[in-house]
């Protein structure tokens, strides 16, 4: 049995998308990074808070028969679990990201005693309220061995100065061309805007370009991978690509791939969820044509 130095800790939001026909989706890119990192053997710590309230019992079952580990899930007896509308104009999709919702008021006092080594991952949405952002701060100072950021602007939920604290230091991230526009503006072009943000992170640069593929760049060495989708590759939606994509770079870092192994992994399954409806799937078999090929089995963490 392999040992992994390091264990995935997952912050922020998880949620249900609302689509017009009266139909909801579980999600939120935190916990579908730790949906597939669990799905991986990785034994993910999820830390988010949920209302005492059906959509929040839906959550917690959901984990609880996909065998997740539940110690980390908060639950809240004034906020609700969290929502977003969805809408549709002229065919194209308009979000509600309805706010003070249990994940935004998650507790410090209340996240568990952590032992061992953990590699952190969050994004910025979970963080519009102080409740939340001291609770992510305790995590980073206390607990966090390794730091992955995973930037997901979602407008009006997001302020430059905070984006920016939050990057700063942060051991990878991950983010798309025009959220690195809307990051660095001031800046004449996109190299410019890399050499900006590479002074505050000190690895690896993750940039998405969807269906163009992306690129990892080395912070401290300047070395340039790129990746692309196969042509081939049937679209469904793209719910959930990027969150995909996180999770297996993740995986690499906490297994010790090779950097191109990594995002070679990352981009076939990428390409392999946006052919399916909605960024996760409940079928284990969807995951173990994956963990066969990467040799991944079960580990013990130290």
Request: proline share 4%; aromatic share 8%.
């Amino acid at each position: 049995m392999k040992k992994v130095r390091m264990r995935p800790l997952i912050f922020g939001e998880v949620l249900f998308d609302h689509f017009p026909d009266g139909t909801s989706v579980l999600g939120g890119a935190p916990f579908n990074v730790a949906w597939h990192l669990h799905a991986f053997g990785l034994k993910p710590l999820m830390i988010s808070r949920i209302g005492d309230d059906d959509l929040g019992r839906k959550v917690e079952t959901a984990m609880q028969n996909w065998g997740m580990d539940v110690a980390g899930l908060q639950k809240d007896s004034v906020h609700s679990t969290g929502t977003v509308q969805v809408s549709f104009e002229e065919g194209e999709p308009a979000y509600d990201i309805v706010d003070n919702a249990a994940y935004d008021f998650i507790d410090a006092s209340q996240i568990p005693q952590l032992g061992g080594g953990w590699m952190l991952y969050h994004g910025s949405l979970a963080l519009r309220h102080d409740s939340s952002v001291t609770a992510l701060a305790k995590l980073k100072n206390k607990y966090a061995s390794s730091l992955f950021v995973d930037i997901n602007l979602r407008p009006p939920w997001w302020r430059k100065e905070q984006v920016l604290s939050l990057i700063d230091g942060a051991d990878c991230i991950k983010l798309n061309e025009a959220e690195l526009t809307e990051l660095y503006p001031e800046a004449s072009g996109g190299p410019e805007r890399i050499d900006m943000l590479s002074k505050q992170v000190s690895e690896q640069i993750v940039l998405t370009d969807g269906e163009r593929g992306a690129t990892a760049i080395s912070t401290t060495s300047g070395r340039r991978i790129l990746v692309a989708p196969e042509s081939t590759s049937a679209v469904t939606d793209t719910v959930g690509a990027g969150d995909s994509f996180c999770s297996v770079l993740m995986a690499g870092r906490l297994l010790d791939w090779p950097l191109d192994v990594s995002m070679q992994r990352a981009q076939a399954f990428a390409n392999a969820i946006v052919g399916i409806r909605g960024a996760i799937s409940q079928d284990k078999d969807f995951y173990r044509r994956f963990t066969r090929d990467w040799g991944i089995r079960n580990y013990e963490h130290v």
